[in-house]
Structures are given as structure tokens and as C-alpha cells.
């Protein structure tokens, strides 16, 4: 064996050397990803107009002098989240307005409420709707469509587990009488706008919409459009007719849009549906929207469902006593029922 003094380097021992090192490049070109992100403290504020195939129309500056739409998109770190109408959020880039420029979402303010639904009632994936909305007006028709209680239901359920306050207005009252269809709902405290062709109620609706902002809802062909374009003048959303043979109406406003109301406040119309499904609702929620009922039921066993045929539910028991409004419990148990499928 033989042995290497200190001044001595074994043959290749150069080869041992880490600046002789060879590292690949970046096949891409670019810099190493971070899990920093910029602040963007510079951000502007705005509110979400409409959303369009990956586009944004937003308003910034909002009641300000220099008040104006720009068009955004979003930041690649938020692509995993929707952004809906009425979305408060943060943008960089150019927030100008002026033609041909792109700004930036790169932040979603929080929401005070969510909208939702799914595609039926046994998914529990939700869709969002419209954020950050306080009222909800539910437009149905006295006929022609005929009035459907049990899809009105629905979005009362919708409204309530969201926090949000419902309001309905029947429009055609020139074609049927609205009464024995507004009785369904005559304990739930609901206001209620009666409508007909050519008589728009602007002067009562426009308190309603002041100072809130109001998602409207409705199955298609119930004139929500046109009375969105009342309330609005020179709106122009897309309005049709009842298909003569089905009694259904046709999809015309095909996207959700917030609109500011003259009388102040903003309205968002939403496409018509022929379905809503609750899903992702959860049942607690409901019971929430009559804290009279809701005060009752703490009385109730653990489980209780609260329908009509629970065991020793403590509201079927108020009622027999006659110490709550048996209506207005039956309305509950129908929202329940509706949300039970």
C-alpha cells in the first residue's frame, strides 16, 4: 500500500472539483418558480360588472370623479377560484379604460354573501352565482308561464341559507289573479310587487332597490329582462316570448350582469332557469330565515328534521296547541321538503 504526502492529489483528482459542476438550464428560459407573491400594495379597487369567456368587465373609482369600466383578467395564482358579478377584487396593471388595455385581478376581497346552486339535489358541488348581494327578487309570472311554487321555493331556500332577504314581484297580473298563488307564500312575511304589461311598478320597486344590491331571479319568460330594462333605462338585455307549445320560455339573457339603478342601488340580472338544485344547502341554515320558529325548535330532539311527521317535534306540537301560526310552520316544511328532494 502506499500512502500520498499532504502536497500530493491522486491522478483525476480534478475531476472531483464542484466548479467543474455542469448543470442544466432552464429549458423554459425563465426564472425559478417562488411561493413568494408580490403584495401589490398598489392595487386598485373594483367591483365585478360582468364576466365574460375569462374577461372581466369591472368598475373602479367607484362614485368617484374619474368613475369608468376597464376590462381584467386574472392572475394566474387565482385561476383555481371564481370570480362572479358583484365580486369586490383588487387589480394591477393598466386600470385606465382606455381602449385596448388589460388590467389584472390579483385579489378577491371578501364576500358578505354567495348565491349558489348546483346542478341538482344530490350534488354537492356548488356553483356560485353572484357575490356580495343583500336581496333577493324573485320574478315570477301570474301566467303564461304558469307559476311554478315549488321552484319559487327553491329560491327562497337559496336566499335564506345565503343571508340574504327575498322579495317577489308577479308580473301578467292582467292575464290571471295572483291570489291563490301568492297565498303559498302569504306567511313568510315576503314582500311582494304585483306587476302587469304596460303598468310597471317602478315607483314601489325603486325604494325596495335603493341602497341595496339586488340579484333577480325567475324562470324563463317571466319578464324579469324587460322589467330589468325598466328599472334601467337603456339597458337593452335580450327578451323573448313563451314558446306557444311547451308554455316554457327561452334562454335570452345568456350572461349575469350588475346594472346601478337610478333611484340608487344595483340590480344583477341573471339568465333565466327551469331548475335549482340545493345540494350544497345545509338544512340548518333554513331554520335560520324564521328566528320566531327557530326559537321553538331548540326544543326539539337531536335529529329533528321538523317536517310534519317528525316524532315529538316541538313545532308540529306548537301548532296543536295553537300557539304557532300552523301556516307559516307549513311553509317551512315545504322549504325543508324541497330541500330534502
Excluded at 92 to 109: F, H, N, P, Y
Aim: with cysteine; aromatic share 4%.
Amino acid at each position: 500500500m502506499s500512502w500520498l504526502s499532504d502536497d500530493e492529489e491522486p491522478e483525476g483528482f480534478d475531476a472531483w472539483d464542484e466548479s467543474d459542476v455542469r448543470v442544466r438550464p432552464n429549458p423554459k428560459g425563465n426564472r425559478p418558480r417562488t411561493k413568494i407573491r408580490p403584495s401589490h400594495e398598489g392595487a386598485v379597487d373594483g367591483r365585478v360588472l360582468s364576466v365574460d369567456r375569462g374577461r372581466y368587465t369591472v368598475l373602479v373609482d367607484e362614485d368617484g370623479e374619474h368613475e369608468r369600466s376597464i376590462t381584467a383578467t386574472r392572475a394566474r395564482e387565482l385561476r383555481d377560484q371564481a370570480i362572479v358579478t358583484g365580486d369586490r377584487v383588487d387589480l394591477v396593471g393598466d386600470a385606465s379604460g382606455e381602449t385596448g388595455t388589460l388590467a389584472r385581478i390579483v385579489r378577491i376581497q371578501p364576500r358578505t354573501t354567495l348565491l349558489r346552486r348546483s346542478a341538482d339535489d344530490t350534488d354537492e358541488v356548488e356553483r356560485v352565482i353572484v357575490a356580495n348581494a343583500d336581496q333577493l327578487m324573485v320574478v315570477v309570472a301570474a301566467a303564461d308561464p304558469e307559476p311554478r311554487p315549488r321552484l319559487v321555493d327553491r329560491y327562497l331556500v337559496a336566499a335564506y341559507d345565503a343571508g340574504i332577504q327575498p322579495l317577489i314581484v308577479i308580473t301578467k297580473t292582467d292575464l290571471a289573479d295572483p291570489g291563490p298563488f301568492l297565498a303559498n307564500f302569504a306567511a313568510l312575511e315576503v314582500p311582494v310587487v304585483r306587476s302587469a304589461r304596460g303598468a310597471w311598478p317602478l315607483d314601489e320597486l325603486a325604494p325596495l332597490l335603493a341602497g341595496h344590491t339586488t340579484v333577480a331571479v325567475g324562470h324563463s319568460g317571466v319578464g324579469k329582462s324587460t322589467l330589468v330594462n325598466e328599472l334601467v333605462p337603456g339597458t337593452d338585455r335580450a327578451t323573448g316570448a313563451v314558446n306557444a307549445v311547451t308554455g316554457r320560455g327561452r334562454h335570452t339573457s345568456s350572461s349575469t350582469v350588475s346594472l346601478r339603478v337610478p333611484s340608487g342601488g344595483w340590480i344583477i340580472d341573471t339568465p333565466g332557469v327551469r331548475s335549482f338544485g340545493l345540494g350544497h344547502v345545509d338544512p340548518a341554515n333554513i331554520l335560520r330565515g324564521f328566528p320566531d320558529l327557530a326559537a321553538v325548535a331548540e326544543d326539539c330532539p337531536r335529529g329533528c328534521t321538523h317536517l310534519a311527521d317528525a316524532p315529538d317535534c316541538a313545532l308540529n306540537e306548537a301548532v296543536e296547541r295553537g300557539t304557532l301560526d300552523a301556516a307559516r310552520v307549513d311553509s317551512l316544511q315545504r322549504l325543508l321538503s324541497s330541500l330534502a328532494g
